[in-house]
C-alpha cells in the first residue's frame, strides 16, 4: 500500500492540490491557511495554529491526517503535563522484574543496558510519532497554552530537530519527520523560541460562503434555505454591530451543531422564535443565551440584503 | 530546485527584496531575525511569484508569530511591493525614531547621574532639604520615609522612596500546582517518584528500603492588575507601576492594564526586566493618561477582550484605584460582578485610604467597597509593606 501513496514523499506540489486534498477530507480551507499548510509540508515545520476557541484548529489536523492517509497522534495538553506523559517513561514494573529474574539466575554483567533497552520504554505521543512507520504521522499537540511554560521547553528539541533525547538510550530521530500542529486559544503568549520553529496562521471566523460550504458538508440534510440562513445569521451575529452585545461569538463547530439541532427540531425556515428557543446551543455561556433576545433575533434575521455598512 | 538559470537571476533579486523587507518589518516592531528571512525565502521560492495573495499568505506564515503583527505585516508588505523606496518613506514618518536607527542614546536619568561629576560631600544640594544623598539607607532614613506621603515627596525623595519600594517583595501567594516534585518520605501524594526509587535501590545493592514519593510544587497564583491611570490617580500610578513590577517579578503569570477612560495592555511592557525601561513603555503605551475615569467601561472591555486572560478562576485581581469614577454605577457593578465571580480574590488599592475617616462614598467607590473582597491601603511605604501580610491572610481566610 505504502508504494502507491503520493503522499509518503511528495505530498502535494500545488496549494490548489492542498486545498483540493482538504476540501475531500471534509475540510474546507481558505487559501491563506491552505498556503500555510502547504509551506509546513514543504518546509517541514511545525505549524502554530491560532485563533477564537471553534474555528477548525483542531479539525484541520483531523483532516490532514485522512488526506495524507497518515495516523493522527494527539497531545492534549494541560496545567501540570509533563514529560513523562508526553514524551516517555520507564516502564519501572517491568523493569524492577527484570532485575529479580537476573539476580535469580545469577547476575548478569550489564543488567544495566539490559534493563535500559527500548522494550520497557513507554512512548508517549511524541515519541510514537517519531517512531511512526514508513507514511509518518500528523502530530496534534493540542491547546499547547494550556500546559505551562516549563512544558515548552520540552517540545523544543522535537519542533526544531524532529528528534527526542533520552540520556539512557540515546538520541531518537525521525525516520519520517512527522506533519506537526500546534494549536493555542491564547491563553497566554507562547515563548519565542518555540514560534520560532514554527510557522504561524491565525485562524479566523471564516466567511459567509465558506461557512455555508462548511454547514452544508457536515448538516447533509439540512435544506439549501435552512443552512444558507444558518450561516448568514451566524456571520451577522460575528459582524461588528452585535458581536460586542456577546461575551464570546460561535465558532463554526456551533454553527454546525446548531443546524444539527435546527433539523432535529424538523425546522425548514429559521424564525425569531426558535432562534431564542436554541440559543443554548450557540451560546454557552447564561449572560450571551439571554442577551440574544427575541428582538435582536429578529433584527438579525430580517434585513438578508442590506449590506452590513 | 527546478529552471536553475532562471532561479538564480531571480532568486537573487528576491533575496535583497526578502532582506530588505524583512529589515523593514522589523523596524516596524515585528520581532524576525536572519534565520526567519532565509526561510522566506525559501518559501517564496515553493509558492512562486505569480500571485500576489499566495506570496503574501506564505510571508505571513512564515515571518509573522502574533495575531496582533498581522495588520502591520499585511500594510507593510502592500507598499513594500508596489515600491520599496515609498514604503521607506512611509515607515520613516510612522516612526519618527526608524530612519536614524541606532535608538537615540537618551541615557536613563541613572546613568546621567552616575556620570556626572560628583558633589562635593561637605556641601549638600540646595534643593534637597533633609534627604542625605550618601548615606546609603540607614535605618533612620529609612523609617522617615515610610511615613512620608508620596504624593508630597520631592523630586529626589521619590526617587529614593522608588529604591525602597524596589526592596520590598512583594510574596504572591502560592497554590499547590498540578507539576509534581520529588518530596522525602513525607511526600504527600500517592505517585512514587520511580527515578528516586531506582537511586535508593543502587545505594542498598538493589533493596528498597526507601520508596521517594512525588508532591506537589506550590506555584504562585497568577495576577492580573488594574491600575488606574487618571488625572486624581496621576502621581501614584507610575510609583505603583514601578513598585508592582519589581515586586512582582517573580511571580508566575502576570497581566497588568491600566485603565482611564479607556484600556490598556501594560503586560508587554512589564515583560521588560528593567523597571525604567518598563516606565517608558507604559508610558509609550497608555494614551488616556492623567485623563477620566471609566472603571466599569473599561472592566466590560475587560472582559469582551481579555475574559481569557482570566485562568480557571485561580487569579488574584489587584484594582489599583481612587474609586472616583465617572461612568454609571450600574454599569460598574455589573462588570465588577462578572470579574468576582471568575477570578479568587478582587482587592481594592485604595490610595485614598491615607485619610482619617475616610468613607468611599463617591458613586464609584461605594460600589467597589461593596463589590471588592477588601480594600487596602497602598499610599506610603508602611502601608505597602502590609500590603504583603494582607494578602496573605485575605487569601487563607473564607477559603
Not at chain 1, 145 to 159: G, K, N
Not at chain 1, 208 to 234: C, H, T, W, Y
Not at chain 2, 7 to 13: I, N, Q, V, Y
Not at chain 2, 41 to 61: I, T
Request: aromatic content about 6%; proline content about 5%.
Amino acid at each position: 500500500m505504502t508504494d502507491t501513496t503520493p503522499a509518503a514523499t511528495a505530498p502535494f506540489n500545488t496549494i490548489d492540490a492542498v486545498v483540493q486534498a482538504l476540501e475531500g477530507a471534509g475540510y474546507y480551507a481558505d487559501r491563506r491557511l491552505a498556503t500555510a499548510v502547504f509551506l509546513a509540508l514543504k518546509l517541514q515545520r511545525p505549524l502554530l495554529l491560532e485563533g477564537e476557541p471553534g474555528v477548525g484548529k483542531t479539525e484541520l489536523a483531523k483532516a490532514l491526517s485522512s488526506a495524507l492517509q497518515r495516523e493522527l497522534l494527539r497531545l492534549q495538553c494541560y496545567d501540570g503535563l509533563e514529560q513523562r506523559e508526553a514524551l516517555y517513561e520507564w516502564n519501572y514494573a517491568a523493569q524492577l522484574l527484570h532485575m529479580r529474574a537476573a539476580e535469580a539466575h545469577g547476575a548478569s554483567s550489564d543488567v544495566e543496558s539490559e534493563v535500559y533497552q527500548p522494550r520497557y520504554l513507554i512512548r508517549r505521543p511524541l515519541l510514537q510519532a517519531l517512531q511512526a512507520p514508513a507514511p509518518g504521522a500528523v502530530l496534534l499537540i493540542d491547546e499547547v497554552d494550556r500546559a505551562d511554560e516549563p512544558f515548552e521547553a520540552f517540545l523544543l528539541e522535537y519542533l526544531g530537530e524532529y528528534q527526542v533525547s533520552i540520556p539512557e538510550l540515546g538520541t531518537v530521530r525521525a525516520l519520517v519527520p512527522p506533519v506537526t500542529i500546534l494549536t493555542s486559544n491564547r491563553t497566554r503568549e507562547l515563548n519565542d523560541a518555540v514560534k520560532r520553529r514554527c510557522l504561524y496562521h491565525w485562524l479566523d471566523y471564516p466567511e459567509r460562503d465558506r461557512e455555508l460550504a462548511i454547514v452544508r458538508a457536515q448538516v447533509p440534510k439540512a435544506g439549501a434555505v435552512l443552512s444558507e440562513q444558518v450561516a448568514a445569521f451566524v456571520g451577522r451575529l460575528r459582524s461588528a454591530p452585535y458581536v460586542s452585545a456577546f461575551q464570546r461569538a460561535p465558532g463554526i463547530a456551533e454553527s454546525v451543531e446548531w443546524a444539527r439541532a435546527l433539523i432535529a427540531l424538523d425546522t425548514v425556515e429559521l424564525d425569531p422564535e426558535i432562534v431564542v428557543d436554541t440559543a443554548g446551543i450557540l451560546f454557552k455561556q447564561r449572560d450571551d443565551v439571554a442577551a440574544l433576545t427575541h428582538e435582536l433575533a429578529s433584527d438579525l434575521l430580517k434585513p438578508e440584503e442590506e449590506p452590513a455598512s | 530546485m527546478s529552471v536553475p538559470q532562471l532561479g538564480d537571476a531571480r532568486r537573487g533579486k528576491l533575496a535583497d527584496n526578502m532582506m530588505g523587507f524583512g529589515r523593514a518589518l522589523r523596524r516596524a516592531g515585528v520581532r524576525t531575525d536572519s534565520a526567519r528571512i532565509a526561510l522566506a525565502a525559501e518559501a517564496a521560492a515553493l509558492v512562486g511569484v505569480d500571485s500576489r495573495l499566495d506570496l503574501a499568505a506564505a510571508m505571513e506564515a512564515v515571518m509573522i508569530s502574533r495575531e496582533q503583527d498581522r495588520l502591520v505585516f499585511r500594510e507593510l508588505f502592500d507598499a513594500w511591493f508596489r515600491d520599496p523606496e515609498l514604503a521607506n518613506k512611509l515607515l520613516a514618518q510612522m516612526l519618527p525614531s526608524a530612519e536614524g536607527k541606532a535608538e537615540p542614546a537618551k541615557g536613563r536619568p541613572r546613568v546621567r547621574e552616575a556620570l556626572a561629576a560628583p558633589r562635593d560631600p561637605a556641601k549638600p544640594a540646595q534643593t534637597e532639604r533633609e534627604i542625605d544623598f550618601d548615606a546609603a539607607m540607614t535605618a533612620s532614613d529609612r523609617r522617615r520615609l515610610h511615613h512620608a506621603d508620596f504624593n508630597a515627596l520631592g523630586a529626589a525623595e521619590y526617587r529614593l522612596v522608588e529604591r525602597l519600594a524596589r526592596d520590598i517583595a512583594l510574596p504572591v501567594p502560592t497554590v499547590p500546582a498540578r507539576r509534581l516534585r520529588a518530596a522525602g518520605d513525607a511526600g504527600a501524594h500517592s505517585r512514587m517518584h520511580w527515578p528516586g526509587v531506582w537511586h535508593e535501590a543502587a545505594r542498598t545493592g538493589g533493596e528498597m528500603l526507601r520508596l521517594p514519593r512525588l508532591s506537589r510544587r506550590k506555584q504562585p497564583l497568577p495576577l492580573l492588575v488594574l491600575v488606574d491611570v487618571s488625572g486624581s490617580m496621576e502621581r501614584y500610578a507610575r510609583l505603583l507601576l514601578a513598585f508592582l513590577h519589581a515586586a512582582t517579578r517573580r511571580a508566575g503569570r502576570r497581566d497588568v492594564f491600566a485603565f482611564g477612560t479607556q484600556l490598556t495592555d501594560l503586560t508587554p511592557a512589564f515583560r521588560i526586566a528593567d523597571t525604567d525601561a518598563m516606565l517608558g513603555a507604559a508610558g509609550e503605551a497608555i494614551a488616556d493618561f492623567a485623563g477620566g475615569t471609566r472603571l466599569g467601561g473599561s472592566l466590560g472591555e475587560l472582559r469582551q477582550r481579555h475574559a481569557r486572560r482570566l485562568t480557571g478562576r485561580r487569579t488574584l485581581v489587584l484594582v489599583i484605584s481612587d474609586g472616583l469614577d465617572t461612568g454609571e454605577p450600574e454599569t460598574l457593578e455589573r462588570e465588577l460582578l462578572w470579574l468576582k465571580r471568575h477570578s479568587r480574590r478582587v482587592l481594592w488599592l485604595n490610595p485614598l485610604l491615607r485619610y482619617e475617616g475616610y468613607a468611599p462614598l463617591a458613586r464609584g467607590a461605594a460600589v467597589l467597597h461593596r463589590h471588592a473582597d477588601a480594600m487596602l491601603a497602598v499610599h506610603n511605604l508602611s502601608a505597602l509593606e502590609q500590603l504583603a501580610t494582607s494578602l496573605a491572610a485575605l487569601m487563607r481566610a473564607g477559603r
